[in-house]
């Protein structure tokens, strides 16, 4: 199966942008998603991303695709400490998802 | 997207017990998954539910252990057999969207003791 891998935490300090960053291995991934998951709740997809574009736009979150080095990531602008959450990347229909990223925002 | 309920929210269950998770969509959908979150842990698919057709399991995952049902377009069950203190995790239900994104249930928070 697809291997997903991310950094498993980022602290950021209130205000900052936040890059959590993911990398994958099957280049033929057509759809790559990022899911929030705030503590005791289910996962919320954010966004995603088609493997023929290069970068997507939504309000304050930014997802970069480098399909070359099969990189992914997403930055949130002016972080909120609602941001505080687990990030998961995840690729294609079936999800494989990393081991997602603990996002502490810091007054 | 679709909203996905899930019963019962939590649960604490004996070892040696069965479990049965309930999962209802509000509009028709072909496909429902299931997934297993363990403590700490990314998320599992364990098997897809097809209406009117056996699940499909992934690697590592019989239906001897987690068995599902699917009666209709809106509804399916995942049941956790036999548990053991390995089976706590948190059980999860989706459906695809129309760019095979997944909506996710609330998902159900399983100890077992």
């Known amino acids: 199966g697809e291997d997903v891998e991310q950094s498993l935490f980022l602290s950021v300090r209130e205000g900052d942008s936040s890059v959590i960053n993911c990398t994958y291995t099957?280049?033929?991934?057509?759809?790559l998603y990022w899911y929030k998951q705030e503590p005791g709740a289910g996962l919320q997809l954010l966004t995603y991303?088609?493997?023929?574009?290069d970068m997507k736009q939504d309000q304050r979150l930014t997802v970069l695709l480098n399909k070359k080095d099969k990189h992914l990531s997403l930055r949130i602008a002016d972080t909120q400490t609602g941001d505080s959450a687990i990030y998961f990347c995840?690729?294609?229909?079936?999800?494989?998802f990393g081991a997602g990223t603990t996002v502490t925002v810091r007054a | 997207s679709a909203v996905i309920s899930q019963k019962p929210s939590r649960d604490i269950c004996q070892r040696g017990t069965s479990l049965t998770i309930q999962c209802q969509v509000d509009s028709q959908v072909t496909m429902m998954f299931w997934y297993r979150q363990q403590p700490g842990q990314s998320l599992t698919l364990i098997a897809t539910?097809?209406?009117?057709?056996?699940?499909?399991?992934e690697s590592g995952f019989v239906i001897d252990k987690f068995p599902i049902s699917r009666p209709n377009l809106t509804f399916s069950t995942l049941t956790v057999s036999n548990m053991s203190p390995e089976d706590s995790s948190i059980y999860l239900c989706s459906v695809p969207g129309r760019y095979n994104e997944q909506f996710f249930g609330p998902g159900t928070r399983l100890t077992v003791l």
């Open positions: 995840a690729v294609d229909y079936k999800l494989s």
């Open positions: 539910a097809n209406q009117g057709s056996e699940a499909t399991y």
């Open positions: 991303i088609f493997s023929n574009m």
């Open positions: 099957d280049s033929s991934s057509t759809y």
